[in-house]
């Protein structure tokens, strides 16, 4: 999948388009427009690259020569440039009509861009790293279900931090357990507590850990699980507040 600069392609798109125009009713640009015109069609001419456009790009260094030949502009064939111009849009066309693009919304670019995840969770869980970067990737792409299964590749690496403060030994603890283990903690009198002065970080660990249960809702694994793009968020907002406290507090 490639990142397609739209912007720099509707910019040189539309100058293709006027000089289109403007030779087509038997105007010669002027030297200083046929400059521009010449590193006009380079940025089109790198695009294309990108995409794999092979025909535009024959098209496009052809007439590229005649644009950079700015001492023997005066001796082009307005009908043949015309015609040679109008023949760029023509293979642009087709070519693109071959492939499939994609556009993201400013919200799901910013997830594809960035995790959205504090740089603290990073620096503390960075062998988290790589799913949190391919949640964000999914859950850009509305691919809500791989976005979960990510995100609680994510989560293991913060109960593997929660079962080792509980002293837990289980290299692959599950949530239920440890939630059921806090809970237990927060209930008893304080002398009889294991870990006496962490009851306002057992009971925020808590809160986080029931907040994607809930987000959860016990399914996840179940083969028929599918997931809408909201429950990815709310999933996502609850694994990424979860990851963010233990990287501050543990």
Not at 63 to 79: G, R, S
Not at 132 to 137: D, H
Request: proline share 3%.
């Amino acid at each position: 999948m490639l990142r397609f600069a739209a912007q720099d392609f509707c910019r040189a798109s539309s100058l293709i388009g006027q000089v289109y125009a403007q030779v087509n009713s038997g105007t010669i640009p002027t030297k200083k427009s046929w400059n521009v015109i010449a590193g006009e069609l380079g940025n089109l001419q790198r695009l294309c690259e990108k995409l794999a456009l092979d025909s535009t790009l024959a098209q496009i260094k052809r007439l590229k020569e005649i644009f950079l030949d700015t001492e023997n502009q005066h001796q082009v064939n307005i009908a043949n440039l015309s015609r040679d111009i109008m023949e760029v849009q023509i293979r642009l066309s087709d070519e693109l009509e071959a492939r499939m693009l994609f556009l993201m919304n400013p919200e799901e670019a910013r997830y594809f861009g960035e995790n959205q995840f504090s740089p603290k969770v990073a620096e503390r869980f960075p062998d988290a790293v790589f799913d949190m970067n391919e949640a964000g990737k999914c859950f850009a792409t509305e691919r809500s279900t791989a976005c979960v299964f990510h995100l609680m590749r994510v989560t293991e690496h913060g109960l593997h931090a929660i079962a080792t403060r509980l002293g837990i030994t289980d290299q692959r603890p599950n949530w239920e357990p440890i939630i059921a283990k806090i809970d237990s903690e927060l209930k008893l009198p304080y002398e009889k507590r294991q870990f006496k002065g962490s009851a306002d970080l057992l009971a925020n660990i808590s809160t986080h850990l029931h907040a994607i249960k809930v987000a959860w809702r016990n399914r996840t694994m179940h083969v028929e699980t599918k997931h809408t793009t909201e429950e990815g968020r709310e999933i996502y907002g609850a694994t990424r507040g979860l990851m963010r406290y233990l990287a501050e507090q543990i």
